[in-house]
């Protein structure tokens, strides 16, 4: 018999923060701020999470690997991991140590505003030169778009600004 | 695809659970078909960075559709993924301007695409998104208000994308000129069902799940203005045409979409994707 232990969600979002973005492994999807609720009645824990971008290839990854390390609990019987759409993720939601993780893989944190004419601006991940220029809004996947630094040559990645006042 | 939450709509009547599904039918359908006739242009683009955009907001796109046909599953008990590729011509409920072929030619053969017709059949299309997603933000059915608040933060970007293309070209070379005025001429025949409601309209607009077509006419009508204001054209909007997907009348075209779609899905239906 395994010995009794107590699923609290302090426990629960330690394991959650295992569980890295499938293509940046220094994001956690906690640092991501998808975490939206956890609980646990008994030995079964169920995950609520929020989708990043509606159309991301990789939230059925997400959802595997959340419930795999989530049955490695001691006393895990049964996890559920499902997303919702009745809060949506908004890229405010990144954390601080999110932020210093996507930097790290050379992402710049999403920008926090857009101006009115839509331009917006984040500086460079690797020199901190704010002399970069927007190559694409669209990038290689949904939650990203593509710049380069004048500055020290190099081209990176930035995530999107995602607000609910934007329309 | 993933799991999303279920039971949203217990406690709905089954008048009600119908008026709702031919709405999820309309939206779903719509992002369905003209995501997949963007993503026919992948490889085609102009150039590099334009492939990457737009291929990016064809998955956007697919992504929306995903989410009105979890939630029609969710009325139907039935799979999001049978729902997108199991329904015939007669049970689309999307516009006819989301289903016309690209231009001529096949993909896998020789494909004459009119990348001036991209571009304004996707300003049309995102700009009437743009006008329901803001009513859809409104609806007395919440799990509709909360898949419209996530859609419009992605439409933002795809909008001032297919925007900033059609100010572009509409003020460029004499020939750029010619090529959007005839794209915008075919436009004109194609989306005047855009934003038909279909059979239930009146039941729709009645139970509030949406604003009444005339209100959201007009402030499409504006937006567009405002963009032609920016071109040496003047906006127009027909009242009518021969076919009205909203009421699964369609042309060929969506057959045509539909086999290419489903091809491999249908061919092994069983498997996990
Ligand atoms: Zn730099």
């Known amino acids: 018999m395994k010995a009794e232990k107590i699923l609290d969600e302090e426990l629960i979002l330690s394991k959650l923060a295992e569980v890295k973005d499938p293509e940046i492994d220094t994001v956690s999807i906690v640092d991501l701020g998808m975490v939206y609720r956890v609980a646990a009645v008994d030995t079964s824990i169920k995950v609520t999470l929020l989708p990043t971008f509606s159309g991301c290839?990789?939230?059925?990854?997400?959802?595997?690997?959340?419930?795999?390390?989530?049955?490695?609990?001691?006393?895990?019987?049964?996890?559920?991991?499902?997303?919702?759409?009745?809060?949506?993720?908004?890229?405010?939601?990144?954390?601080?140590?999110?932020?210093?993780?996507?930097?790290?893989?050379?992402?710049?944190?999403?920008?926090?505003?857009?101006?009115?004419?839509?331009?917006?601006?984040?500086?460079?991940?690797?020199?901190?030169?704010?002399?970069?220029?927007?190559?694409?809004?669209?990038?290689?996947?949904?939650?990203?778009?593509i710049l380069y630094c004048r500055n020290c040559r190099n081209p990176f990645e930035a995530m999107k600004l995602v607000s609910s006042n934007m329309h | 695809m993933e799991k999303t939450e279920s039971g949203k709509f217990e406690g709905l009547t089954e008048t009600d659970q119908a008026y709702l599904a031919d709405l999820l039918k309309q939206l779903a359908d719509d992002d369905y078909l003209l995501s997949f006739r963007s993503s026919e242009w992948l490889g085609l683009a102009p150039h590099i960075e334009e492939d990457v955009a737009s291929a990016s907001i064809s998955q956007d796109m697919m992504g929306h559709a995903a989410m009105y046909y979890g939630l029609l599953g969710d009325i139907y008990g039935r799979d999001a993924d049978d729902l997108a590729h199991f329904r015939g011509p007669a049970d689309r409920r999307n516009s006819i301007l989301t289903e016309k072929r690209n231009g001529e030619g096949e993909y896998l053969d020789v494909p004459k695409y009119d990348w001036a017709y991209h571009v304004v059949r996707n300003l049309y299309y995102n700009m009437?998104?743009?006008?329901?997603?803001?009513?859809?933000?409104?609806?007395?059915?919440?799990?509709?208000?909360?898949?419209?608040?996530?859609?419009?933060?992605?439409l933002y970007y795809h909008e001032l994308h297919w925007r900033t293309w059609f100010i572009q070209l509409m003020n460029s070379s004499d020939d750029a000129k010619a090529r959007m005025a005839a794209a915008l001429e075919k436009v004109n025949g194609e989306c005047a069902d855009l934003f038909h409601l279909g059979k239930y309209s009146e039941d729709i607009t009645r139970k509030g799940y949406i604003a009444p077509a005339s209100e959201m006419k007009d402030s499409f009508r504006k937006e567009m203005e405002k963009v032609f204001d920016q071109t040496d054209s003047v906006f127009s909007f027909p009242d009518d045409q021969k076919e009205n997907g909203r009421l699964g009348r369609h042309t060929e075209d969506l057959e045509h979409a539909l086999e290419l779609m489903s091809e491999v899905y249908g061919s092994v239906p069983y498997a996990k994707w």
């Open chain 2, 128 to 154: 009437h998104k743009k006008v329901k997603l803001v009513a859809l933000k409104q609806s007395s059915s919440t799990p509709l208000r909360d898949v419209a608040a996530k859609a419009a933060m992605e």
């Open chain 1, 57 to 145: 290839p990789a939230l059925p990854i997400i959802e595997k690997n959340c419930a795999e390390a989530l049955l490695e609990l001691d006393g895990a019987d049964s996890a559920e991991v499902e997303f919702t759409f009745s809060v949506p993720w908004t890229s405010d939601r990144v954390t601080e140590a999110g932020i210093r993780g996507l930097k790290e893989f050379g992402i710049a944190p999403p920008p926090e505003f857009i101006e009115s004419d839509g331009s917006w601006h984040v500086d460079c991940p690797y020199c901190g030169s704010t002399f970069v220029t927007v190559e694409n809004i669209f990038g290689p996947t949904a939650c990203r778009s």
